[in-house]
């Protein structure tokens, strides 16, 4: 189990990332009347066959050929579920995955969101390559980091030049805690 | 809120400066776990503690990277070393403390901490 809901994140991002995905989609959202708090994946990589998108969330199947189980998507559905929340998955062969999470944001069994800062700036400065959109919000406090803005202001100047990954970390930082409102969720 | 407008500045900062990271063959490249096996173990703080540090000391001659399941599970989080011209270097259960002390005492001071590499273990 993971005790994070971010490192799940984090890794069904790394997923898209093995999937050729070029532009990786994240999305949380905390709704505090309603209880809920909603996670989606979303990437333009190669995607899987409704057969597969299935099998996927079965622990005892992987695409990866070093060993026979594969625990990231059930991981997280098992996370979901044993919270009064919902799971689903979306494929398209050639067109990409959309992995949903939704957990009840009171239930005593939901691990806390964890640190989102650190899964955002590890997919963004090691894959420099892929783009992200990013949207954070808490009822109706949000905001989007969106890496292909980042892209056009900064022209040729990478998104792992030292500079520009201190930015984003302040950025992260400083947005979530506005957002938050002071509540640890 | 803070804004996307200080990118402005940082481009301005960099631009000719560009190129100078590139990485070349003398470059040490240390490599993360970072399948479902390493995350759930503890591999993303050990990732940002080592690339931090790198970032911090600007070490242009180190690479620190990602990969997926080295293979290992029970060993996780696993840092390797590739050194040109040497032999890789496994280094089992990381935590945070012991990633930087191999940064210091492996990375720059050449000399590989042997009770955290895999041989250690016993069983390799």
């Known amino acids: 189990m993971m005790t994070e809901i971010s490192l799940n994140i984090l890794d069904i991002a790394q997923n898209s990332v093995s999937a050729h995905a070029t532009l990786i989609e994240i999305t949380v959202q905390i709704a505090q009347s309603l209880n809920l708090l909603q996670v989606e994946i979303k990437d333009n990589g190669c995607g899987m066959t409704e057969e597969e998108a299935v099998k996927a969330q079965d622990p005892f199947y992987t695409t990866r050929t070093t060993r026979k189980v594969g625990l990231g998507i059930p991981f997280f559905k098992q996370a979901a579920l044993s919270c009064g929340g919902d799971f689903h998955m979306e494929s398209e062969p050639g067109k990409g995955t959309k992995v949903y999470a939704s957990f009840q944001l009171t239930h005593i069994d939901r691990m806390p969101l964890g640190d989102m800062n650190s899964t955002l700036y590890s997919l963004i400065t090691f894959h420099p390559s892929i783009d992200f959109v990013y949207t954070y919000r808490v009822d109706d406090k949000s905001f989007v980091l969106d890496t292909r803005e980042m892209r056009s202001l900064l022209h040729n100047v990478p998104l792992n030049n030292p500079e520009v990954t201190v930015f984003l970390k302040n950025f992260l930082m400083e947005n979530h805690e506005e957002a938050n409102e002071g509540i640890y969720f | ?124």
């Open chain 2, 1 to 124: 809120m803070k804004t996307l407008e200080e990118l402005q500045a940082i481009r301005e900062k960099m631009q000719g400066q560009i190129g100078l990271r590139s990485e070349t063959a003398s470059q040490t490249r240390v490599v993360v776990g970072m399948a479902t096996c390493g995350i759930a173990s503890g591999a993303r703080p050990v990732l940002t503690a080592l690339s931090n540090a790198v970032q911090e000391k600007n070490l242009t001659n180190i690479a620190v990277v990602q990969t997926g399941c080295i293979g290992l599970c029970q060993y996780e989080p696993i840092v390797e070393v590739f050194a040109p011209g040497k032999e890789k270097v496994t280094y089992v259960k990381m935590t945070p403390e012991k990633a930087l002390e191999v940064l210091e005492q492996h990375l720059l001071g050449g000399k590989v901490v042997d009770k955290y590499t895999i041989s250690s273990e016993g069983r390799i």
